[in-house]
């Protein structure tokens, strides 16, 4: 009995250590886990801790980099916008003026990537210098963006003083720069807005500037311009016409007009000129050179002027069926579409589609500022000489077209810009040239027009001058197609 009393109590006593054993272990691994709970949200906090720090350090830059350019150590960008802000609050209470002008470098990429960008940094260093010592303390200075400088001049006594200060920036920045060795040299455009006339608030003001640099810069270098409605005005109509080039149906909206080149000795119609017009929905009648302008700017010429070729092509054709025989059908092109030899095979294409013999017709090569180099236009005018069409120079002696290029290239016609002749009547200088220009188109076997005839005077003179080709609003103005066709067809020219 004894002994069973024993192996009972020793049993309990197992029993009772198993349990207090089995019960630490699950205190023990509930202690882990929570040491490992506890070390995860230590990283979690100091992973926490570490992008907080990140934040606050893009914080504390973005903050630096408001008040002040780190490049240039002009104002930083939101702080600039403020001046203008609260300058224009003052200028709103005391009845001031104040300007606004955007600096842009010309060129800028060119210099940076032939040199290195240590060297491009250093120039727009030297340059944030040279205009922050054009303005006033009470003015400000920022920039905006890698080469593009902002002014703000407040407290002006008139608008005139603007133009002053953007003068003297002009000229300090067209001084030599010199840098490690380099002496560089640069030039920049200024656009200006004019507070209250150009903008009320800053987002006016920064946009009508942008409008005058945009104007400045197609005018060329060195040069400042100020805003006025007329640029916002020419700006969305640019946007129209632009937008309206990309659409099919704008072929549709096309007219074309034409304008006879008379012999004046016969009263026969050497060549008809194609002029072609936009009735363009929202502007009216857009002209014929401000549509090619925006055309060229689009890279939509040369698909312009093939519809052109073909459908002047096509009612040249129709106009022969009733007896109605012009020699020559007169296209505008311009020397920059001669530098694609595909648009050159694409007129051959059309001639030949047509079945338009290429001897009728006049491809009326208009001079421009942009020639091209002297290979390039000989390559073209080759081509053109082989598909056997006729060439003509128009505008003669108003651009770069030479006495070089006279002799080197087979030419047909010269078309005499229209502004030789508006003085005919009264300037004996006026009537000398004309005598010398038919004398070197003569000796170089090219047919003289005259262009620009509008009075019965000057159709007088110049026909005792023995001009013989002759075009202008005394001799027919243009006209539709329709209109063209029943007018010459029922009767011949008199004048």
Known sequence: MVLLFALVGMSMVSAVFIYLYAKSQSHC??????????????????????????????????????????????????????????????S?????????????????????????????????????????ACIRQVDSASRFTKDTFYVLLTQLGKPETVAIVAQRILQALEQPIIINEHELYITACIGISIYPTDGQ?????????????????????????????????????????????????????????????????????????????????????????????????????????????????????????????????????????????????HISQILQELQFNPAWLLLEIKENSGQLSFDIVEKAFNMLKY??????IDDFGSAPFSLRDLKNFTVNFLKLDRTFITDVENNPKTVELI??????????????????????????????????LMQGKLLGPPLPEKEMASKHCQQSLKI
């Open 201 to 345: 608030d800053t987002a006016s003001l920064l946009r009508s500037a942008d409008y005058a640099l945009h104007i400045a810069k197609e005018k060329g270098k060195q040069i400042y311009q100020f805003y006025h409605e007329r640029i916002h005005a020419n700006s969305q109509r640019e946007l129209a016409l632009a937008t309206g080039l990309r659409r099919e149906s704008m072929f549709h909206e096309f007219a074309i007009y034409y304008q006879p080149i008379i012999n004046v000795q016969n009263d026969n119609i050497i060549c008809m000129d194609t002029l072609l017009y936009w009735q363009h929905p929202a502007l009216g009648l857009v002209s014929p050179p401000e549509l090619f302008d925006y055309a060229e700017k689009q890279g939509k010429l040369n698909v312009i002027s093939e519809w052109l070729l073909r459908n002047a092509c096509k009612q040249f054709l129709s106009w022969r069926k009733l007896d109605f025989i012009p020699e020559l059908l007169g296209i505008p092109l311009s020397f920059k579409q001669l530098e694609n030899s595909q648009f050159i095979y």
């Open 435 to 468: 005598k010398s220009v038919l004398f070197l188109a003569k000796s170089r076997s090219i047919e003289l027009v005259i262009k620009g005839v509008e009075t019965k005077q000057q159709f007088d003179i110049l026909k005792q001058l023995d001009c013989t």
């Open 387 to 392: 598909l056997n069409v006729k060439i003509a």
């Open 92 to 132: 709103a209470r005391y009845q001031l003026t104040m300007g606004v002008l955007i600096i842009d470098i010309d060129d800028f990429k060119v210099i940076n990537n032939a040199l290195n960008h240590q060297i491009g940094d250093e120039l727009l260093r030297v340059v944030a210098k040279r205009i922050h």
């Open 29 to 90: 691994q509930q202690a882990k886990q929570e040491i490992v709970v506890g070390k995860t949200e230590l990283e979690n906090l100091k992973k926490d801790d570490y992008h907080l720090r990140q934040e606050l350090s893009v914080l504390q830059n973005k903050l630096s980099h408001a008040m002040e350019d780190p490049l240039t150590m002009l104002l930083g960008w939101q702080l600039f916008e403020d001046r203008i802000n609260q300058n224009i609050h003052e």
